[in-house]
């Protein structure tokens, strides 16, 4: 039977998950019959392990922050219910028992489906629902899933409580007991393929978790758990798995490939660490990697210590792609070695949704779509967020003063009331609007996707200013004079839309004829240039205040007010409270992209 905890914490973690049997008498896709020797061919067996990654909640190819079906510039499909048409197919071609599917993490968070269930009609009630992911998942047929860092966003109970209705074990090796250092959750299981030769297969899934969930999830976690580097206990568990008979090593790590940090030096260990395991750690063979939000469909990485090459893919998030790893095994003195493998990755835009999956979760939507749809007030006109990554708009300023308001009303009366109040505050979507006429939760959900809470943090002028500095990085340094596009302005060095901030409460240019590290430009508070040595209290998201995106100096600032709300119910109760949004009454000009003093826009 598949691990899961009540199992594993019965056993000995330094033993590891016990072996599950995924087997029967179907013939191979690959096989010959024939033992070597003697002038025979040598026998043979092909497999494929199916992969997913970066579900975020997606069951349905649905948008609930836009209440319509799912679409995207590419025509890109998402969902569990997609994946599930995908993944039969793949069975029925290969034959189900010689097939495997797992999952690397980031799977209950992300969408307003997954949000229902974990707050509004929380799975940690008593008789609470089962959460409609762990439905799909085990309708489906998982084998076992990586832990993601979002899996702890809504802490370690939710977190156990999805584990326990999952009928496959979630993997972390490197998500250990803060007290004994002993992995809290499973490190791995193994799986017995059945061949036609009398010779099972036994397929190793090592889980790996990112260490950043240590800096992101840090109120969740400190002092419950910590979370070494992937290479590190790679190295400790590929060894163990291959001396217990191991054929085929899978790493399944929430990981990207390309050996970068978003934290700096906050963490000793690296943040999208895959590529490093595969070729630092001899003895796997796959990595399932997660995180990035990337797709590879096939990658390979020599391990510096043997030479072999190492297959990795990372499948699109949300269930856009379904990775397949195939496997080619001969038998050798004695054991099965892999000959050959590869992988690529399917389109789930190319099929529909599996009916028994949407069937099976149709009253859980319905009642989302009824939540998401409930009106909070009314807005007096229309603001979006289309051209929010360039310009100072309406819509991003409602986030600014629902926190800057927020945080001045939790310091009054305090030591720190009189000092003035600015506040980030991020573009996360492109397409998120607030309509003229009635506002809806969707609506405010759709302006901040994220868990996030507020915190209210102690800087100086200088320190605004460099935190400004390396926000300014992400525009791309275009000449005066030069034509400016906006398709191309922004995301330099790959730096997403989340780790771009406007900050509200001052005025400044970014002058993006101007290099890096010069950019920002007439600093100014009420009319006069910023005092380095001023003191201003930051309205900052959880996110960024705990190191997220690797900002100067708020991590380490003085933590003045925390909220454990989410910044997107603080938004949806001011909406009610005020009853109608007039932006009029908020929005301001507070930044602009210039050079050489003339503006941009």
Request: hydrophobic share 40%.
């Amino acid at each position: 039977m598949p691990l899961n905890r009540r199992t594993f914490l019965g056993t000995s973690a330094a033993a590891g998950a016990g072996v599950a049997i995924a087997g029967g008498s179907a013939v191979p896709a690959a096989a010959d019959s024939h033992g070597g020797g003697h002038g025979r061919p040598p026998k043979r067996y092909s497999f494929t392990v199916m992969g997913t990654t970066d579900l975020h909640g997606n069951v349905f190819n649905w948008d609930y922050f836009t209440d319509k079906e799912f679409d995207d510039k590419a025509h890109n499909d998402v969902g569990l219910a997609k994946i599930s048409t995908l993944v039969d197919q793949v069975r029925r071609e290969k034959g189900r028992h010689n097939t495997l599917l797992i999952d690397a993490g980031d799977t209950i968070q992300g969408t307003q489906l997954s949000y229902y269930y974990a707050r509004v009609d929380p799975i940690t009630a008593k008789r609470g629902p089962v959460h409609p992911m762990a439905q799909a998942m085990n309708a489906i047929g998982y084998d076992a899933a990586a832990l993601g860092n979002h899996e702890f966003n809504y802490g370690i109970p939710v977190l156990r409580k999805f584990e326990e209705q999952c009928d496959f074990p979630l993997l972390g090796a490197n998500a250990l007991d803060a007290k004994t250092l002993r992995p809290a959750f499973a490190p791995y299981v193994i799986k017995r393929l059945r061949t036609p030769h009398g010779r099972d297969v036994k397929v190793a899934i090592l889980g790996l978790t990112n260490p950043g969930i240590a800096i992101w999830d840090k109120a969740n976690v400190s002092g419950k758990m910590v979370f070494p580097g992937l290479e590190e206990q790679a190295a400790k568990f590929v060894p163990r798995l291959r001396s217990m008979g191991a054929d085929v090593v899978i790493v399944s790590a929430h990981s990207g490939h390309s050996g970068t940090s978003s934290w700096g030096d906050q963490v000793p260990y690296v943040e999208n660490a895959a590529g490093l395991v595969a070729e630092q750690v001899p003895g796997i063979d796959a990595i399932l990697v997660g995180h990035a939000h990337l797709e590879i469909p096939e990658y390979f990485v020599e391990n510096k210590q043997t030479g072999k090459k190492v297959v990795l893919s990372e499948p699109l998030k949300w269930g856009q792609r379904l990775t397949l790893f195939d496997f080619d095994l001969v038998w050798e003195k004695g054991r099965w070695v892999v000959e050959r493998a590869g992988s690529q990755v399917l389109n789930s835009n190319t099929v529909e949704e599996d009916p028994e999956i949407t069937k099976l979760l149709m009253d859980e939507h319905e009642k989302v779509v009824g939540y998401v749809n409930q009106v909070i007030g009314t807005s007096t006109a229309a603001m979006s967020t289309a051209e929010a990554a360039w310009k100072d708009e309406a819509i991003i300023d409602l986030i600014n003063v629902v926190q800057a308001e927020t945080v001045k009303a939790a310091l009054a009366g305090g030591a720190y009331a009189a000092l003035p109040v600015l506040s980030q505050a991020s573009c996360f979507s492109r397409t998120a609007q607030i309509p003229a006429g009635n506002v809806t939760i969707k609506d405010a959900a759709g302006l901040y996707p994220f868990e996030n809470t507020l915190e209210a943090r102690l800087l100086t002028g200088a320190q605004i200013e460099d935190y400004l500095e390396f926000s300014a990085r992400y525009y791309v340094q275009t000449a005066a004079g030069a034509p400016v596009d906006t398709a191309k302005l922004t995301n330099a060095d790959n730096i997403p839309d989340y780790n771009y901030d406007a900050v509200s409460g001052l005025t400044y240019e970014i002058d993006i004829a101007k290099p890096v590290g010069s950019r920002i430009v007439n600093l100014s508070f009420g009319g006069k240039p910023v005092d380095p040595a001023a003191q201003f209290v930051l309205a900052v998201n959880n996110y960024r205040a705990s190191g997220g995106g690797n900002f100067p100096h708020v991590a380490g600032a003085k933590q003045l007010w925390a909220n454990s709300e989410e910044i997107r119910n603080t938004i949806i109760a001011w909406v009610q409270a005020k009853g109608s949004v007039d932006g009029a009454e908020f929005a301001s000009v507070d930044w602009r992209l210039t050079r050489e003093g003339a503006p941009v826009f």
